[in-house]
């Protein structure tokens, strides 16, 4: 039997301090890594957060370098919202005594890059993106993230270098959605730049392997309709620059024909179609004048004169802090519209969602009823 590379204590230690988060940030955490949890034949912990992350230890094999790499992207995420400190500095030790040193605040590759492994696996690109995912998530980067997880990419071999032993090229390309696309507009160098740049330091596994470039494209689609529709918009129909403005938050996916950020705000679309009220998923405002304002609501509802303003919080894509969310609203809260945010986990399932819109009726109920 192959003996682990990573030391129960080590396991352990990180389950401590994982055990901190919220149950939906421990989820989000292994999810993103591509580790799925058992809940069968696992021992009750003291804590169900303790359960939780023991459930998703054993689904691992830490003897298999592909389930280590999936590991340590946990644990890369689980270093990057600890301050530098005794906790973080307790964590670093005990991954670099199982020979897994941290450079530049980053999780080396270690003793995974000395067992004989073949190389760089570029028909493989999923490990990569789920890692640079996670890496950019952690860094509130919401543009990126939601390139990669819209994307169907391709790692190909473009270069070949002699020097030193020789260095395969390769390119990574990255097709997206329309949608997406057109929203990244003139940001699109930047991005390819962004994830470029991010690639870098986890190819230091691969010495005779580099990553030369990103390339984002459109990805090409067939629809039996698409003359009638070219006829349409040539002619002025349904054009919209809802959920267009903000490039930098893209809006990636849709429902009914109208774009949204997350899940849950498109349950929570649904569960406002269903209660009757008049409402704008992610419109724009504009305000002109000296200081010029535009901002994307994710949500504007309308009920007998009252205007209330709905932002989703929580997920991925929303990394404000709440002074930041608060100057993004004021203009309208001037205006005398009534603000209400919500947590993302409480409209996460259909269920949900229409209970949280029942909510909301009732507060433009009661504003009604006080005026």
């Given amino acids: 039997m192959t003996d682990p590379y990573i030391n129960k204590r080590t396991l352990l230690a990180f389950r401590e301090y994982m055990r901190t988060w919220s149950y939906r940030e421990i989820v989000d955490e292994f999810e993103l890594a591509g580790i799925t949890k058992r809940n069968e034949n696992v021992p009750e912990e003291q804590s169900k957060r ?6 998703y230890y054993a689904c691992l094999d830490v003897s298999s370098k592909s389930d280590m790499q999936r590991l340590l992207a946990v644990f890369q995420g689980a270093l990057s919202r600890l301050a530098d400190g005794n906790e973080r500095s307790r964590l670093i030790r005990f991954l670099e005594a199982d020979g897994f040193p941290t450079e530049d605040g980053r999780i080396s590759s270690g003793r995974l890059s000395n067992t004989g492994d073949t190389g760089f696996r570029p ?13 950019f998530a952690a860094s509130g980067a919401a543009r990126e993230v ?19 032993g020789g260095t395969d090229i390769y390119t990574l390309y990255l097709k997206v959605p329309m949608a997406v696309y057109n929203q990244l507009g003139e940001q699109r160098e930047a991005v390819e730049e962004a994830i470029h740049k991010e690639i870098q330091p ?13 390339q984002i494209s459109v990805e090409l689609s ?13 002619s002025g129909k349904n054009i919209t620059n809802q959920g267009r403005v903000r490039s930098n938050n893209i809006a990636s996916r849709s429902c009914d024909g109208l774009l949204f950020r997350s899940q849950p705000e498109i349950f929570l679309y649904q569960a406002l179609k269903s209660a009757g ?13 000296a200081e010029y304002r535009r901002i994307e609501p994710d949500f504007v509802l309308l009920k007998e004169g009252v205007v209330m303003i709905v932002e989703v919080d929580g997920d991925t894509v929303h990394q404000e802090t709440p002074a930041e969310a608060h100057d993004r609203t004021t203009m309208l809260l001037h205006e005398g519209a009534l ?6 986990s409480d409209c996460d399932t259909q269920d949900k969602a229409k209970a949280c819109a029942q909510r ?7 504003r009604k009823d006080s005026k």
């Fill in 50 to 55: 303790r359960t939780l992350i023991e459930q």
């Fill in 123 to 135: 028909k493989d690109p999923e490990p990569l993106l789920t890692t640079l995912a996670r890496l």
């Fill in 146 to 164: 939601a390139v990669l997880a819209q994307a169907h990419a391709a790692i190909e071999q473009t270069d070949y270098d002699n020097w030193n």
């Fill in 202 to 214: 986890l190819m230091r596994a691969y010495p005779n392997d580099r990553i030369g470039g990103v």
């Fill in 222 to 234: 067939t629809d039996s309709n698409w003359r009638e529709k070219a006829q349409a918009w040539a």
């Fill in 277 to 289: 009220v008049s409402f704008a998923p992610l419109p724009v405002f504009v305000r002109g004048g």
């Fill in 339 to 344: 603000v209400e945010r919500i947590k993302a």
């Fill in 360 to 366: 909301l009726m009732q507060v433009l109920k009661k």
